[in-house]
Nanobody
């Protein structure tokens, strides 16, 4: 059974960076696309970025383009989300998810497996 575990969240100041890690177990990550989503209390979860199974295709929400970078190391069954120049509005719980397709509209129902989330707080 596929399990995803996120780590790397924390409290940072605006303009600083964080790198989130998503470790998969129980499957071969090369067979899956990975998506990163985030959710603020009281709001719907939104797609942030995704990467195709072999890492050829990457997509980003407009709000994070140029600041976030998604990557995937299939040899380590691990995916990453490098977040630079963080803003207060990036504060959220971040989730990684495994699915089969990386689409620009980040369709949540196409992701079958989800991690437990990691909190990212950007505050001065």
């Amino acid at each position: 059974q596929l399990q995803l575990v996120e780590s790397g969240g924390g409290l940072v100041q605006p303009g600083e960076s964080l790198k989130l890690t998503c470790v998969a177990s129980g499957v071969i990550l090369e067979n899956y696309a990975i998506g990163w989503f985030r959710q603020v209390p009281g709001k719907e979860r939104e797609g942030v970025s995704c990467i195709s199974n072999r890492g050829v295709t990457t997509r980003y929400a407009d709000s994070v383009k140029g600041r976030f970078t998604i990557s995937k190391d299939n040899t380590r069954n691990t995916a990453f989300l490098q977040m630079d120049n963080l803003k207060t509005e990036d504060t959220a719980v971040y989730y990684c998810a495994a699915g089969y397709v990386c689409r620009p509209d980040f369709r949540e129902h196409e992701y079958d497996f989800w991690g437990q989330g990691t909190q990212v707080t950007v505050s001065s």
